[in-house]
């Protein structure tokens, strides 16, 4: 064997080193204390060539957050007050009108008319609170059509010109839905043709299944237009399905 001190070759059964005089048991304890402290070093420089990037492809399952249900009862609630705040404001307005005789009207006429406008307010307000439970189920589906039409709208001040651009969704069952905006092409360049989609019925919204290479991602609660990297939207904070 070899001096681990000068290196110089001793016997096998040399309890010390005839060249340096350094005891061999020692040196072979300095050696293994040594050995190990490069372990970490090789450990370190392996470390950034398996690091890998975050996949966003797949359907999330943090559509099962208990964050969306609580979004979709505080938007039942909030539809309901406002349609009941709308419903109050239209009987008292007409009965005021009422009195004062405005634009010929008179009580209890302008009451009832007050009433009759009320409730159609408080309806509206049930359908946008409890209409979620009849939206049908969750279904997957593939966008299989991109348009952008120039359209007119007529209105007292004339006419104006406006581009819809228009996404088409087909189901696995062969339903076709799409998604629609005016003067916006952010989800129409979001959604390309032949991506794959899941639509979430309690949520009326969609997911992309394959999310790698975006720079955004919209909040399926509220539609928020968020950053890819973010977890959570930034409004309503439910988190975003990637």
């Not at 970490?40 to 559509?63: C, E, F, H, N, Q």
């Not at 307000?125 to 209409?131: C, H, K, R, T």
């Not at 952010?186 to 979430?200: A, C, E, L, S």
């Not at 309690?202 to 997911?207: A, D, I, M």
Request: hydrophobic share 35%; net charge positive.
């Amino acid at each position: 064997m070899y001096c681990a001190s000068c290196g110089a070759q001793i016997p096998d059964n040399a309890k010390f080193c005839t060249a340096c005089g350094t005891q061999v048991v020692q040196a072979a304890a300095q050696a293994a204390q040594t050995a190990p402290q490069q372990a970490p070093a090789a450990a370190d420089t392996a470390a950034p060539a398996t690091a890998r990037p975050k996949v966003l492809r797949g359907y999330s399952d943090r559509i099962n957050d208990p964050a969306f249900a609580r979004y979709v009862k505080h938007t039942k609630q909030w539809s309901m007050i406002f349609s009941i705040i709308l419903a109050v404001v239209a009987i008292v307005g007409f009965y005021i009108a009422g009195e004062k005789g405005a634009d010929g009207m008179s009580n209890p006429e302008s009451l009832y008319i007050g009433f009759g406008i009320g409730g159609m307010f408080l309806v509206i307000g049930l359908f946008a609170s409890f209409g979620r439970k009849k939206l049908g189920v969750t279904w997957d589906g593939t966008v299989v059509d991109k348009k952008v039409k120039k359209k007119t709208r007529r209105d007292d001040d004339g006419d104006e010109d406006y581009l819809e651009y228009t996404v088409y969704i087909r189901s696995d069952q062969g339903k076709r839905d799409t998604i629609k905006a005016e003067d916006d092409d952010t989800r129409y360049n979001y959604f390309k043709i032949g991506d794959r989609v899941r639509y979430h019925a309690g949520l009326k919204s969609y997911e992309k299944y394959d999310k790698t290479g975006d720079s955004i991602i919209f909040c399926n609660a509220c539609a928020t237009l968020c950053d890819i990297e973010d977890d959570y939207c930034f409004r309503c904070k439910c988190p975003l399905l990637k």
